[in-house]
């Protein structure tokens, strides 16, 4: 079964809310409503995905790490 876990990664790209699906962040419905809001408003999915309260955004912010191989997080303001 990991076997098959580790070709699914290799040969296709996990997406970024699949990623915190399967870290268990997040539950595949609020994903769904998640992306719903994504998909409509433009607005990033990780900022949906705080601002609808599904996640908290340290958590959020640290699977990004993760998934982006440890990039920092800059706060960037308008």
């Known amino acids: 079964m990991q076997l098959e ?6 040969l296709m790209p996990i997406r970024f809310g699949e990623f915190l699906v ?6 595949e419905g609020e994903l769904l409503d998640a ?29 990004a ?3 982006h191989g440890e990039l920092p997080v800059v706060e960037v303001e308008a």
């Not at 399967?22 to 539950?27: N, S």
């Not at 992306?35 to 640290?62: C, K, M, N, P, S």
Request: hydrophobic letters at 45%.
């Open 5 to 10: 876990s580790f070709e699914r990664r290799v």
């Open 22 to 27: 399967e870290r268990r962040v997040l539950a």
């Open 35 to 63: 992306l719903a809001d994504h998909w409509q408003t433009g607005v990033r999915i990780g900022d949906v995905i705080a601002g609808r309260g599904f996640a908290e955004r340290a958590a959020i912010e640290a699977c």
């Open 65 to 67: 790490r993760e998934y």
